[in-house]
């Protein structure tokens, strides 16, 4: 029975100790925390809060201009009043332009955008930002990932770069690191 015990507890650090190595080795731009637009109730409880449809948005950290919108569910009952429950990872995205775009950095394909724990240990959101040079288009993704297992569930939303006004778009190509 101690054998067990020490090999939960090796397993146990070892995952903390690779989950702060991924933590620390993605980009350094992350966005602020985002907006809550609204809430939507979808599932009633009674004692305990609703399950829940959460609406945020969020502009991109070093693209200005460029604003996203996502709609994440979030668990009530017990389990989501205390924090402890395992949110699903059903995440939808929508980015668009909303002002002239200014590039503020260069970046990387795939570089994270935003992070956001969907768990008490190993789960994660991530909106991630690359470039499809061919069209001059900003790709955004949004996924969820844990350590162990990962999660095909995913949405992604693209923006044209487009001229605002009288300004000459950029290259999103000009700026990939």
Request: charged share 25%; glycine share 6%; net charge positive.
């Amino acid at each position: 029975m101690k054998n067990w015990v020490k090999k939960t507890r090796k397993l146990i650090v070892g995952s903390i100790f690779i989950a702060t190595l991924a933590f620390g080795s993605t980009s350094m731009a992350q966005a602020e925390e985002p907006d809550l637009i609204f809430k939507k109730s979808t599932v009633w409880k009674f004692l305990a809060p609703d399950h829940k449809l959460a609406v945020y948005a969020i502009d991109d950290p070093i693209i200005e201009g460029v604003a996203c919108h996502f709609t994440v569910p979030e668990k009530g009952g017990v389990s989501g009043f205390f924090g402890v429950a395992e949110e699903l990872s059903d995440i939808s995205l929508a980015c668009r332009q909303v002002g002239p775009i200014e590039f503020t950095e260069k970046f990387e394909q795939g570089d994270v955008m935003y992070r956001k724990k969907r768990s008490v240990l190993f789960k994660k959101m991530r909106i991630v930002r690359g470039c499809d040079a061919k069209r001059n288009t900003l790709v955004y993704l949004v996924y969820s990932d844990k350590i162990i297992e990962g999660s095909p569930k995913n949405s992604t939303s693209t923006v044209p770069i487009m001229p605002w006004g009288n300004q000459v778009p950029a290259r999103c190509e000009d700026y990939l690191e």
